[in-house]
């Protein structure tokens, strides 16, 4: 059975930094695509960053310059480090793993709000 869980998230100031961690636990092989969503009050859930097994990374435009996703595909493990934090970037964080063969799966989510 394989598992997600996320660690990081908490409360921050306008202008600070948090990062948020992802790690798979069980048998998980050939981890292809990992991905950082996230999902506001209200809104609908946003694909944040993208980092494939080759190390090529995607943003979406209101993070970029701002967050960096990284991985350790050793430990299978990913990261959102989070800089510049805005009143906007509030919501729930959630990563998700895409493995070869297909199988797709998600962290419980980690609350991240920024307000002074």
């Known amino acids: 059975q394989v598992q997600l869980v996320e660690s990081g998230g908490g409360l921050v100031q306008p202008g600070g930094s948090l990062r948020i961690t992802c790690a798979a636990s069980g048998s998980v092989f050939r981890i292809n695509v990992m991905r950082w969503y996230r999902q506001a009050p209200g809104k609908q859930r946003e694909l944040v960053a993208t980092?494939?097994?080759?190390?090529?990374?995607n943003y979406a435009d209101s993070v970029k310059g701002r967050f960096t996703i990284s991985r350790d595909n050793a430990k299978n493990t990913m990261a959102l480090q989070m800089r510049a934090l805005k009143a906007e970037d509030t919501a729930v964080y959630y990563c998700n793993f895409l493995v070869v063969g297909g199988a797709n799966y998600w962290g419980q989510g980690s609350q991240v709000t920024v307000s002074s």
């Open positions: 980092i494939t097994s080759f190390g090529s990374t």
